[in-house]
């Protein structure tokens, strides 16, 4: 739906670029998009100032999609007295 507004209305902008959605740059994002979710939140735990952060799957109506947001906290390191 969003698409096709753009391929109409923003032409002048976006050009022919919207008109064939096949090809290698259109294949397995979701799969890819969810790898590199996994990879970010494993990277979070390994770094040295400890990170909390939480993963929330949101609707966005517009694109008539669901999201993750993902927030991160970084907490102050303790150190020893």
């Known amino acids: 739906m ?3 507004g753009c391929k109409k209305y923003m032409r002048k902008t976006c050009g022919d670029v919207l008109d064939n959605l096949k090809g290698d ?5 979701c799969v ?5 979710l996994s990879l970010y939140e ?4 390994r770094l040295y100032c ?3 952060f939480s993963k929330e799957i949101v609707c ?5 999609e669901l999201y993750p947001l993902t927030t991160s906290l970084c907490c102050p390191v303790r150190t020893p007295m």
């Open 2 to 4: 969003v698409i096709d």
């Open 25 to 29: 740059c259109y294949q397995g994002n």
């Open 32 to 36: 890819n998009l969810t790898e590199a």
């Open 42 to 45: 494993e990277q979070l735990g």
């Open 50 to 52: 400890p990170v909390e």
């Open 60 to 64: 966005v109506p517009s694109y008539l």
